[in-house]
């Protein structure tokens, strides 16, 4: 199965689309009997209903994409400046093409985590913490990730055999020091075929 490590680094680091894609892949080979009684109970733990796309907490990336800031009101390292992914929304067995500028208003060291939760629907399908540092090799980038303007641009497939459903992703990132560089979250909605 597709790791869903590089997912949760991609949205931290402005590749949402390249995530999406990764994070598509591993649902796709999820057989419904793996996915366990424990893992279908409904909780956001520390992310509340107003940090959902469209609560109170939350404000759209400019551009043309899913993806929205959550926990806008306090101060965060990376202020992201557009996303924008084609076709939006996306769509299954298709390329996806994905652009993000972003500042980062602090260089991002060694000791950098990022706390991700996935869910399909109402199924928690991940809530875990990974070393953001040892995570970016595999979306390209390194650490130190430098201060400064950041401008990516990705082209990404999205695997035919995606689940129809919503899924919805959240993460936060923070510096080896705690400093808040990120929240992000983002609803995406596969209808049936």
């Given amino acids: 199965m597709v790791s869903f490590k590089n997912l949760f680094i991609c949205t931290i680091l402005l590749t949402q689309v390249q995530c999406i894609s990764i994070l598509l892949k591993a649902l796709s080979a999820i057989k419904p009997q793996e996915v366990s009684i424990s893992q279908k109970l409904f909780s956001f733990n520390r992310y509340s209903i107003d940090n959902l796309p469209g609560g109170d907490n939350t404000k759209p990336v400019p551009g043309d994409s899913p993806i929205e800031i959550c926990d806008f009101k306090e101060s ?17 067995g298709s390329n996806l093409t994905f652009t993000a500028t972003g500042y980062i208003s602090k260089t991002i060291e060694d000791g950098a985590y990022v706390e991700v939760d996935v869910r399909y629907g109402f199924i928690k399908l991940v809530h875990q913490t990974f070393d953001l540092c040892e995570e970016v090799q595999k979306v390209d980038l390194e650490c130190p990730i430098q201060k400064g303007n950041q401008i990516i641009s990705k082209v990404v497939e999205i695997p035919q055999e995606v689940p129809p459903g919503k899924y ?11 400093e808040y560089i990120t929240c992000l979250t983002a609803q995406i909605e596969f209808p049936i075929q």
Avoid: F, G, H, S
Avoid at 76 to 92: R, S, Y
Avoid at 168 to 178: I, Q
């Fill in 168 to 178: 919805l992703v959240n993460a936060r990132a923070y510096t080896k020091d705690d």
């Fill in 76 to 92: 965060q390292l990376l202020k992201l400046q557009e996303i924008i992914i084609a076709p939006n929304p996306p769509k299954a």
